[in-house]
């Protein structure tokens, strides 16, 4: 079974500058999470998604950033613009479903603003 | 608000030790509790999920425990080896559909 897919690894940018980043998730499974993981700390959860609902963006800083999973499989989260504090690994993560499901995660993306 | 806390922040120990790794969580109504551990640039990978009816999990070499009403779960690694060395992380379920991450212990086995 192929696990879930992130790109791209790595992401160097300069501040004010825009980046996207990609997750396809385990096949079959309904639930979508990204997560920003800073540093020295736990993952935070910024989106989740069921299908092609969000379920819970309240930590999200929706100025700058915003994420959507049209066909309720592959999933893009973006920044724009980007600042300094966004330096992080950002990590996508699935589920079978809602609820207590057990999560899978990818590889993360390690993005640093300049 | 659920809160998670891992202690020790670091570890370090002699290869073939046995050790344990501490998470306590605030609210003691939870779903369940995973395990994870994360190699330097990588993602996570689940080690262990525990059921809050249950009060453990074993995975080879990988025991964990849960106590809910004490708010607290322990990873026991049996004779441990170099390749153990990573940052090990808990998360809840517990509340509004979400997990809620400690801050991870990181460990270092030395050969």
Known sequence: ?114 | KQEVTQIPAALSVPEGENLVLNCSFTDSAIYNLQWFRQDPGKGLTSLLLIQSSQREQTSGRLNASLDKSSGRSTLYIAASQPGDSATYLCAVYSGTYKYIFGTGTRLKVLA
């Open chain 1, 1 to 114: 079974e192929a696990g879930v897919a992130q790109s791209p690894r790595y992401k160097i940018i300069e501040k004010r500058q825009s980046v996207a980043f990609w997750c396809n998730p385990i096949s079959g499974h309904a639930t979508l999470y990204w997560y920003q993981q800073i540093l020295g700390q736990g993952p935070k959860l910024l989106i989740q998604f069921q299908n092609n609902g969000v379920v819970d963006d309240s930590q999200l800083p929706k100025d700058r950033f915003s994420a959507e999973r049209l066909k309720g499989v592959d999933s893009t989260l973006k920044i724009q613009p980007a600042k300094l504090e966004d330096s992080a690994v950002y990590l996508c993560a699935s589920s079978l479903g809602l609820g207590p499901n057990e999560q899978f995660f990818g590889p993360g993306t390690r993005l640093t603003v300049l």
